[in-house]
């Protein structure tokens, strides 16, 4: 589905990648201190939730508008953009006091995400070969969770040392690599620019870049989900999973925090564990991805996986100490990053390269408003009831999830012969 042909162009993967994991970095580094600014001020699970929410709703609800940005302007004027403008919402985030405010510019901060996302993950099939995908999609992934791994950690350490406004200064220096990125990165997709392709010798024309390219036609133009069953399918099984599970977002930080009794240094140092398994399981997984070219098999271990994630969440509400959660979640994280790689792959092979940015936007958006249901429900329950109960809900209820979606996973994956 019109990847790249000749040879892959490591260089701006490796760009890619880095700017994707600064960015992360710094998203994680402000949901990170503010949350434990709003924990240790008395705010109860609502506040939490109400902020978390925030950082999630453009994400869904700007969805439509980004995946066609992403699809139709020039990615570079996209990355450029958005990197200043969430740079300069970030400084003003680091010197607002008023929870209202707060809110606010952690949403227009999301919605600067919601743009970056979606070109950054369909630029990085573009640069490669197929058989190069699961490779790149695992550098990829690693970037992403290597700054979700960094980011709760830093916050920990700097929001106990200095306050909250000193990591909200350095979140704001980190989007500048979205910046970066967008002036560096040779290869380009959306709007009039066409992908230079480097490893090829074409006769020299002048001002090759300003000429317009037609606007993409045929599958792409009136691309849907709907009618890919597999690919529904994935994105269904997975939304509803992260819908039942997502309240352990909320509930994490009072169940390290009050029922473990842990400073605010070893959660920080503690939830870095998932994001940790999950660079391991994308590299783990990788291999695997690239020999099962069946899309129906990679399906199944995708499922297979999150019901491996959703286990993790149930044992480790039995833990009697924060550090007994690093080697479960250490595990949850590995399963959930090969499962990210399967996800990645199926759609990058399904979707015609011209409206790749719609659908990594619509897939985001399926995850990220079931988990703000999850993050509602866990937002309420805990003023009814412990965090370790229902840590154990999260996990019991994500297993059950896992074993709905089993059957139309099944039937999706031995309806889909070939890749369309």
């Known amino acids: 589905m019109s990847f790249i042909s000749g040879r892959s162009r490591w260089p701006d993967v490796w760009l890619a990648t880095a700017a994707r994991g600064i960015s992360s970095c710094g998203d994680f580094l402000a949901a990170s201190t503010l949350t434990l600014a709003l924990q240790s001020a008395g705010a109860g699970g609502p506040a939490v939730a109400g902020l978390l929410i925030a950082a999630s709703l453009p994400l869904v609800g700007l969805a439509p508008l980004t995946g066609r940005l992403a699809d139709r302007v020039d990615s570079r004027t996209l990355l450029v953009a958005a990197g200043v403008v969430q740079a300069a919402i970030c400084l003003a985030l680091a010197y607002a006091g008023h929870p209202a405010l707060v809110i606010g510019l952690v949403a227009l901060l999301a919605a600067g995400l919601a743009v970056t996302q979606p070109v950054l993950a369909a630029l990085v099939p573009a640069m490669v070969t197929p058989g190069d995908l699961p490779r790149a999609s695992a550098l990829h992934q690693t970037a992403g969770t290597l700054g979700a791994?960094?980011?709760?950690?830093?916050?920990?350490?700097?929001?106990?040392?200095?306050?909250?406004?000193?990591?909200?200064?350095?979140?704001?220096?980190?989007?500048?690599?979205?910046?970066?990125?967008?002036?560096?990165?040779?290869?380009?997709?959306?709007?009039?620019?066409?992908?230079?392709?480097?490893?090829?010798?074409?006769?020299?024309?002048?001002a090759a870049d300003a000429h317009p390219t037609p606007a993409p036609d045929g599958p792409a133009r009136g691309w849907r989900l709907r009618p890919d069953r597999l690919l529904f399918a994935m994105v269904a099984s997975l939304a509803g999973v992260v819908g039942a599970v997502g309240a352990i977002n909320v509930i994490e930080v009072f169940f390290i925090r009050e029922t473990l009794g842990s400073s605010t240094t070893v959660y920080g140092l503690v939830t870095g564990a998932w994001p940790l398994g999950i660079v391991a399981g994308a590299w783990a997984l990788a291999p695997l991805t690239?020999?099962?070219?069946?899309?129906?098999?990679?399906?199944?271990?995708?499922?297979?996986?999150?019901?491996?994630?959703?286990?993790?969440?149930?044992?480790?509400?039995?833990?009697?100490?924060?550090?007994?959660?690093?080697?479960?979640?250490?595990?949850?994280?590995?399963?959930?990053?090969?499962?990210?790689?399967?996800?990645?792959?199926?759609?990058?092979?399904?979707?015609?390269?011209?409206?790749?940015?719609?659908?990594?936007?619509?897939?985001?958006?399926?995850?990220?408003?079931?988990?703000?249901?999850?993050?509602?429900v866990g937002g309420l329950l805990l003023d009814l009831a412990d965090p370790r109960p229902l840590v154990a809900a999260c996990g019991t209820v994500g297993l059950l999830a896992v074993a709905a979606f089993a059957v139309p996973v099944l039937r999706a994956a031995r309806a889909a012969g070939s890749t369309p």
Not at 150 to 160: D, K, M, N, Q, R
Not at 182 to 191: E, V
Request: proline fraction near 8%.
């Open 149 to 206: 791994l960094a980011g709760p950690a830093l916050a920990g350490l700097l929001v106990g040392q200095f306050g909250t406004r000193v990591p909200l200064l350095l979140d704001a220096v980190s989007y500048l690599a979205l910046v970066a990125a967008g002036l560096l990165i040779r290869t380009r997709r959306g709007g009039a620019r066409p992908t230079p392709k480097p490893w090829q010798t074409p006769k020299p024309r002048p």
């Open 290 to 376: 690239r020999r099962l070219t069946d899309d129906g098999r990679l399906l199944g271990v995708g499922l297979l996986l999150l019901g491996g994630c959703c286990l993790a969440v149930l044992v480790s509400a039995a833990v009697p100490s924060a550090w007994l959660l690093v080697p479960i979640w250490l595990l949850g994280g590995l399963l959930n990053g090969g499962n990210n790689v399967v996800s990645n792959v199926l759609l990058a092979r399904r979707v015609p390269e011209a409206a790749r940015g719609r659908a990594y936007a619509v897939l985001g958006a399926a995850v990220q408003g079931a988990g703000m249901v999850g993050l509602a």
